[in-house]
């Protein structure tokens, strides 16, 4: 089957089993610690998405151009590095990502397939037609039918201004992937923005924990704090898409508690990480700006750890 293949033509022989909603990997509730618990990731017999993987973004209500700039960047360093090859770079994190191919029945020996991530489709809503709050069953159906017309070769991703309610993000979940419900199930990304939506939860580490933190407060590399956060949420919750897109593929060993490859590393960034502490990452001399990642058009991102399948660790650039 070649890389261009859609969602469905990949997913429709498993999706027909999948019933219920995934609960999400990223969500909290669960005893899981990062910095002391020893991960193990399994393959659950379902699929991961592959080849080309076409996104739809919605960018719901007036998101402005920091936050639609900075995460199209995002998407595009995935594949394209920097002319200026400074280290590391973002398509290095992509490549762990791409690796969980090895994972999968089948898998050929030697370095995994690349996984292309690119924008085929974007709709801006700014007339807030659903309202200032969402919902999972009213109205996030509604915007992603508005966004495809049916097309099942994408997968939507909803992102929301700042004065947008996402259920089920904040506290814990600052993006998430979920699946349409029956009768064919197919996967989505919702992204929260965390400048008025739980900043302490969604804009760490670019504001404080909590009053009183000890840990220290990073500053946005691109100087806006929400636009770098939502980066932060959308890579985890894109890297768990792709690994577990239908709720059986590759994730946690605990079913009970799906979490995928950087759900189960949140809270890191760098060596030396501890709650309430990012760990040490790399400062630029200009802007003062904090990173661990080099990309495109030499824009630079702070990417959060993810567990890496050949350490079988946490792994951060």
Request: aromatic content about 6%.
């Given at each position: 089957m070649d890389s261009s293949s859609s969602l469905s033509t990949r997913l429709l022989a498993l999706a027909?089993?999948?019933?219920?909603?995934?609960?999400?990997?990223?969500?909290?509730?669960?005893?899981?610690?990062?910095?002391?618990?020893?991960?193990?990731?399994?393959h659950h017999d379902g699929p991961m998405l592959t080849g080309n993987v076409k996104l739809a973004l919605m960018w719901y209500g007036d998101c402005g151009k920091d936050i639609k700039n900075t995460m199209r960047n995002f998407i595009k360093s995935l594949e394209l590095p920097g002319k200026d090859h400074l280290q590391p770079q973002v398509t290095r994190w992509w490549e762990v990502v791409e690796s969980y191919?090895?994972?999968?029945?089948?898998?050929?020996?030697?370095?995994?397939?690349k996984i292309k991530v690119e924008v085929?489709?974007?709709?801006?809503?700014?007339?807030?037609?659903?309202?200032?709050?969402?919902?999972?069953?009213?109205?996030?159906?509604?915007?992603?039918?508005?966004?495809?017309?049916?097309?099942?070769?994408?997968l939507p991703v909803i992102v929301a201004a700042r004065d947008v309610s996402i259920q089920g993000l904040c506290n814990g979940k600052c993006a998430d992937h979920l699946l349409t419900e029956d009768p064919k199930p197919s996967p989505?990304?919702?992204?929260?923005?965390p400048e008025t939506e739980c900043p302490e939860e969604c804009g760490w580490p670019f504001v404080p924990a909590k009053p009183g933190s000890?840990?220290?407060?990073?500053?946005?590399?691109?100087?806006?704090?929400?636009?770098?956060?939502?980066?932060?949420?959308?890579?985890?919750?894109?890297?768990?898409?792709v690994t577990n897109p239908?709720?059986?593929?590759?994730?946690?060993?605990?079913?009970?508690?799906?979490?995928?490859?950087?759900?189960?590393?949140?809270?890191?960034?760098?060596?030396?990480?501890a709650?309430?502490?990012?760990?040490?990452?790399?400062?630029?001399?200009?802007?003062?700006?904090?990173?661990?990642?080099?990309?495109?058009?030499?824009?630079?991102?702070?990417?959060?750890?993810?567990?890496?399948?050949?350490?079988?660790?946490?792994?951060?650039?």
């Open positions: 027909l089993s999948v019933s219920l909603l995934f609960t999400s990997s990223s969500g909290h509730g669960h005893s899981w610690d990062p910095y002391t618990d020893k991960a193990k990731m399994i191919q090895a994972m999968m029945p089948g898998a050929k020996p030697g370095k995994s397939p085929v489709k974007q709709l801006t809503n700014k007339s807030y037609k659903h309202g200032k709050v969402l919902t999972l069953q009213a109205h996030i159906p509604i915007l992603i039918e508005e966004l495809t017309k049916g097309d099942t070769k994408v989505y990304i919702i992204v929260g923005n000890k840990g220290p407060v990073l500053k946005p590399p691109s100087g806006n704090m929400a636009a770098d956060a939502m980066v932060i949420a959308f890579a985890s919750a894109l890297a768990d898409a239908m709720g059986n593929g590759i994730y946690h060993e605990n079913s009970a508690t799906p979490m995928g490859p950087a759900a189960v590393c949140k809270g890191i960034f760098g060596p030396g990480a709650p309430g502490n990012p760990g040490k990452v790399q400062t630029d001399p200009k802007t003062g700006g904090n990173f661990n990642a080099h990309g495109n058009k030499s824009k630079r991102f702070l990417l959060p750890a993810i567990w890496n399948p050949a350490t079988k660790a946490c792994w951060t650039l």
